[in-house]
C-alpha cells in the first residue's frame, strides 16, 4: 500500500495571491448569436472591488468591455449585476471575498431584462412601471408656508424606504417579474409603499387603487428573493404586505389621512 499525499490549495491561500480570474458574459447583439463567457485576469490587492476590476479591465485589455456605473457621481445603485449567482452592487463588494476554489469570479448581467450590450440591460419596463404607481409626493392643494412636521413614530413606520436607490436588483431577482413583465415588480411597490405612508402625501387612496389589482400587491408570491437581494437591506415583501392590509380599508385610511394633515404644522409633541 502507497500512501500518497495530496496538497490541496485551499480558497483562503487563493485569495492571498495578487491575481484573480473574472469571467464576464459577454453579448453584444449586433455580432453574436447569444451569450458567451470570457476570462480576464486582473491584479488583486485587499481593497479591490468588483468594480474595480472591471474598470482594470476596460480601461487596460479590452475596451468593448461595457457595463454602467454613477459611482462616486452622487447616483448610487445603477453597477448593479448578477455576481457569482446572486444579485449585488459591484462597487461595494470586495473581490477577494468573491472568489471561488479556484480563484475565479462570475459576472453576468441581472436577470430577467433584455441585454443591450454585455452587462448592461433594458431597463424600460423597470421604469415604466415604477413611474405608474407615481412615485413623487403629493402634497394638498392649500399647501401652506409652513413645513410639514411628521412624527418620530411616523418616520420610524417607513422603515427606511426612503434609502432605496433603485438599483434593480429586488426587480431583477423577482421570480414573478420573470415570468409576467406586467407585475409591478417589488422596487415600484416599495415606493408606493413609502408615499402612501407618508402623512405628508394627499393622495393615499389613489395610490392604493393603483397596486391593488392581480399585477400588483396580490400578485406577490411571497418568496423574499426580493429581501435577499437588496443591498441596503430593505424589506420590499413587508411593506407589499402592508399595501395590502391598507387596501383592504382604504376609505378608512383615506379620512384618517384627511385628519391628520390638518394637524401637519402644529409641533411635535414630545414623548
Not at 41 to 61: C, F, G, S, Y
Not at 156 to 164: I, R, S
Not at 173 to 199: M, W
Not at 236 to 261: D, F, G, H, N
Amino acid at each position: 500500500m502507497f500512501d500518497f499525499i495530496f496538497k490541496r490549495e485551499t480558497p483562503e491561500a487563493i485569495k492571498k495571491g495578487n491575481k484573480a480570474i473574472v469571467r464576464i458574459q459577454r453579448f453584444n447583439p449586433e455580432v453574436d448569436e447569444k451569450p458567451y463567457m470570457e476570462e480576464f485576469e486582473v491584479p488583486m490587492t485587499p481593497d479591490t472591488t468588483v468594480l474595480d476590476a472591471l474598470h482594470h479591465i476596460k480601461t487596460e485589455q479590452d475596451g468593448s468591455v461595457t457595463f454602467r456605473r454613477s459611482c462616486r457621481h452622487a447616483i448610487c445603485g445603477s453597477c448593479a449585476m448578477n455576481i457569482n449567482g446572486s444579485n449585488d452592487l459591484a462597487c461595494h463588494r470586495p473581490l477577494s471575498e468573491s472568489l471561488d476554489y479556484h480563484g475565479k469570479i462570475t459576472i453576468k448581467p441581472l436577470p430577467f431584462q433584455p441585454i443591450i450590450k454585455d452587462l448592461v440591460v433594458d431597463r424600460t419596463t423597470f421604469w415604466a412601471q415604477y413611474m405608474k404607481i407615481k412615485p413623487w409626493l403629493i402634497p394638498p392643494d392649500d399647501i401652506p408656508e409652513k413645513e410639514f412636521r411628521m412624527s418620530p413614530e411616523e418616520v420610524e413606520a417607513l422603515h427606511n424606504a426612503e434609502t432605496c436607490i433603485m438599483c434593480g436588483a429586488c426587480y431583477s431577482s423577482c421570480q414573478v417579474v420573470g415570468l409576467n413583465k406586467e407585475y409591478i415588480g417589488p422596487h415600484a411597490l416599495l415606493k408606493s409603499f413609502l408615499r402612501t405612508a407618508d402623512p405628508r402625501d394627499s393622495i393615499p387612496g389613489e395610490r392604493l387603487e393603483i397596486v391593488d389589482g392581480d399585477n400588483g400587491v396580490y400578485r406577490c408570491h411571497t418568496i423574499f428573493n426580493c429581501i435577499d437581494a437588496c443591498p441596503k437591506n430593505l424589506n420590499p415583501t413587508e411593506a407589499i404586505e402592508t399595501l395590502r392590509k391598507l387596501a383592504q380599508k382604504r376609505l378608512a385610511y383615506e379620512e384618517a389621512r384627511e385628519e391628520r394633515q390638518k394637524t401637519l404644522n402644529e409641533p411635535i409633541r414630545e414623548a
